[in-house]
Structures are given as C-alpha cells and as structure tokens.
C-alpha cells in the first residue's frame, strides 16, 4: 500500500471522513478491532489539537493527515503550517485521588504516548510542524513460540575467552527471513529482554524488516545447519546510505573464535556492494570487546556519548553495573569521502580536526563571519523522546531567532519527566552550528564528538546529563584515540566529580 495524503480545512466536521479512511487502511494492514480504536482515538486527539491550538480563533486554513503503511504497521503524520506550537511542552497530565481537582490538561498527550508505539514531534520553521504516531502489528513474541526450558538463558555475553574453545567449523552466510524465529531466539537466550532493538523479540516483525531491506543480517551455522551467530546492520530506510552495524549475538560453545569478525567483514563488502556509503557501531564501555572487534574490521572511533543506556538494558546475568553505560560510536566509510566543507566551533576545531583525521577524511575549515550567518525565523529541530532508555535526541535542521529560546522551552519539559539523559544532533555544515554551539554549553551541554551520515552530512554531537555523575574509573574504552577523546570530554563535562 502507498502512502495516502489528505488535505482537510481546519473543521472539525471533516474528522469523522478522515477516521473512517484511517480505519479502512488499518483494517486492510491487519490490524483488529481494539487496535484499530486505538489509533482512531489517538488521531482525534491530534487532529483536534491542530484545530483548536493550530491556528487563531476564526482563521481558515488546512492542514494534512498523512496516512503511511509501513512494513510492520502503521505511521500517522498530522502536519500543519499554523501557529507555532509544541505538544511535547505541553504539561504532564496528572492523575488527582480528589475528583474535584482532576483536569484535562495533557490528557491527549498521555493517551497518545500511552496507546501508540511511537510518538514524535517536528518543528520544520515555515514549513510548519508534524506530529508522527506510529503502531505496530499486534504480533507474538519468541517466548510465545518456544516453551521456557527451549529458551533458558545462556551464560553471560561477553568479552574475550580466555582460553579459547576448540575450532569448530562455521559456515558464514546472508540469514534467510524465514529463519528470524530461530535467530529470535538466540538473541533471548544471549540476553533475555534486555538487548536494545525490540524488533528482534517479534519473529514476524524481523522478518518483515529483513525482506525490506530495513535490516542486513548475516549468520554463522555449525556443521548441522543450526545457527549458533548472528550479526547485522539497521538501517532507516532500504535506500538508507549508513547503517548501525552490531546486532550480535553467539551461542557460547562458539565464542572466542573470531565469527563476529568474520561476519562483520562480509557484512561490511555486502553493504559497499548495495551502495552505502559508511557504517558505523556504537560499542559499549562496560566492556571493551565489541570495540576491539570493530577496531579491528576497519571502524575509527569518532565519539563517546555517556550514561547513554540504562544500566540494566543490556547485561543480564552478567552483574549490574552501578551507572548507566556509555557508548562509543565508530565510523567505517565504505567509499572514499570527498573533502567537505564543515564549520566546526572554533574552541573545538582542534578535536574535531583531530577527530576527522582519524577517520582518515581530509576536510575543509573556512573561516566565517558570525555577523554574515543567516539565520531563519523560526527554528526545525526533532524531538525523541526514548522513554525505555530515560533519553531523548534533539535534532536541529534549521536555525532561527528563536532556537536558544525554543530549545530552554524544551529541555525544561524534558527535565521535569525526568529524562536523563539529552543528545544534541547539529549540521556541522551549517556556519550557525559554530556560532550556536558556546550558547548550547552555556545551557549545559557540552561535547560528544562527530561523526559522518548520520542525520546530517557531518553531525556534532553534544550532550547533556540530568543530575548524572559519571563515575570515568568505570568507562573502559579500547583504542588511544579513544583514551584521549574520553579526556577531553571529561574535562568539559559540567557534571564531572573535581
């Protein structure tokens, strides 16, 4: 099915038509019936904010609802152009034992994060604003396959083996679609439920991104067929030019042999063959195997944002670590980069020069005049909210007048659901990203590092901790470049112990 646009004036008469085509979509996607309220509810909500805050009392107008079938459900986008207006700053809604008090505030808000999957929000500047609310097939996860004692968990997941079992023979191999329940499960019994992508607990949802091209995966099979290895690479898109390569997980009779290497290497030639441009793998610091191992595939280490996930998401069995985990993020371009120019802001030329030369990439740092940057109205920037990770990423598209004011209107609300963490994604092609950067420290972030292709030609990452102290002692990382990296961030990280 393709994507449906509808364009509606801003009457609310014109909400039943728009539910009524939304339903029928849903139905034919497969959706049932409770689901399908679900959305409907859900849609009045957002369409209803558009008309009652979008715009000013008596102005006419319209504003679209734009209906997207996607591989494993459904994607909603209300867009307007009216007035500027927010829904993640909208006041949490609150539950009062007193009746008396108990008011709508936020209500919509809350049903719509409560009943959807996914909820964002875009601020496009004049193009105006989207509201994204996506569902999900209702589809059985692997331990509705499998009885308990298939899917009992394997000893911990980790690092180098000390003595390395015996070789045994692995064939290295693209992974078949029709195999996601069994790569499912080894993923369940690797981690139990706490790996990071979700999509790999729902079989039918894996696969179906699998015959997307949304995922690239590759397994490692014993001499009987039976896959003991997976790896793979999640893209946005199927046309997507970067990917995140991980995805692994081994049976522990195969660990300490060398598959994971073996497997990102062919990983790496399938997706240079299918046009990407680069991948890149965020290895965790509570060990530092899974930075090696890319170290050695040809990844370069290019950032490091810390307390990125929860201290109980990725480890069970393997002891608790007492903070959140942290991550560094590694870059392999899979075709010679031209040089590019990017602006980078001058305090942090150095690193960032430092950064890039790493990478291998030649680039270009022109000098520029702040008083010539140009700068728009009204600001475009993304909101995520990550609720699972006790994150949320904060991307901007376009700088206005307005981005410093916009951007404290934002972490404010962030703050008060007590997000823990906030990542900051700016265009290193955009001079405004330099001159804005002192003002985003001046509001508590501070710097990540930068990396290529991701949501932009050349991203800045900066960060922000919400009353997080991380303990540096505990963040282990691989190479010397990674060493000096964790410094100098350390030693800009407003929340560091003196």
Do not use: W
Request: proline share 5%; aromatic share 10%; net charge negative.
């Amino acid at each position: 099915m393709e994507q449906s646009v509808i364009t509606i004036s801003n009457d609310i008469r014109y909400l039943q038509a728009v539910q009524a085509f939304t339903k029928e979509v849903a139905r034919q996607i497969g959706f049932n019936t409770k689901d399908i309220e679900m959305i409907l509810l859900c849609l009045e909500e957002a369409v209803i904010n558009v008309i009652e805050h979008g715009f000013d009392p008596g102005e006419k107008d319209f504003f679209q609802v734009i209906i997207e079938p996607l591989t494993t459900g459904l994607k909603i986008i209300v867009k307007d152009r009216g007035l500027p207006y927010d829904p993640n700053l909208i006041p949490e809604f609150k539950i009062y034992s007193d009746i008396e008090e108990q008011t709508e505030s936020g209500l919509g808000m809350f049903l719509m994060r409560r009943l959807m999957d996914e909820v964002s929000f875009q601020n496009l500047g004049r193009e105006g604003k989207e509201l994204h609310l996506t569902k999900y097939l209702p589809v059985k996860n692997i331990t509705e396959y499998h009885t308990p004692e298939e899917l009992y968990l394997y000893a911990p997941h980790i690092t180098d083996v000390a003595q390395p079992p015996e070789k045994m023979q692995i064939q290295i191999r693209l992974m078949d679609p029709s195999e996601a329940v069994e790569v499912s499960r080894l993923f369940y019994r690797a981690y139990g439920y706490t790996y990071t992508i979700d999509d790999i607990y729902y079989p039918d949802r894996f696969r179906k991104l699998l015959e997307d091209g949304k995922i690239l995966s590759v397994v490692g099979t014993n001499s009987k067929g039976e896959i003991v290895s997976h790896t793979g690479v999640k893209k946005e898109s199927a046309d997507a030019v970067i990917g995140e390569a991980g995805m692994a997980a081994t049976k522990p009779d195969f660990r300490g042999q060398g598959i994971f290497t073996q497997m990102l290497n062919l990983l790496n030639e399938i997706a240079k063959k299918q046009g990407m441009l680069g991948l890149y793998g965020k290895g965790v610091t509570f060990h530092t195997f899974s930075q090696k191992t890319g170290n050695t595939c040809g990844y370069r280490d290019c950032a490091i944002t810390l307390c990125a996930l929860p201290s109980d998401r990725i480890y069970k069995g393997m002891g608790r670590p007492k903070d959140r985990i942290s991550t560094v993020y590694s870059y392999l371009p899979l075709v010679r980069h031209e040089k590019t120019v990017i602006y980078p802001p001058r305090h942090h030329r150095a690193f960032i020069e430092g950064i890039y030369n790493n990478l291998s990439m030649d680039m270009i740092f022109p000098s520029y005049d702040e008083k010539n940057v140009q700068l728009q109205q009204q600001s475009s920037f993304k909101v995520d909210i990550l609720p699972n990770f006790g994150r949320a990423d904060i991307k901007v598209y376009a700088y206005g007048i307005d981005i410093i004011d916009k951007l404290k209107e934002t972490m404010k609300i962030l703050l008060k659901r007590k997000i823990d963490v906030i990542n900051l994604f700016l265009d290193l092609g955009q001079p405004a990203t330099a001159m804005f950067c002192s003002e985003f420290e001046k509001l508590g972030f501070f710097i990540a590092g930068a990396i290529p292709l991701l949501y932009f030609r050349h991203t800045l990452i900066l960060q922000y901790l919400n009353n997080i102290f991380p303990d540096y002692s505990e963040i282990h990382v691989y190479s010397d470049f990674a060493r000096s990296m964790l410094e100098y961030i350390r030693e800009r990280d407003p929340n560091r112990e003196l």
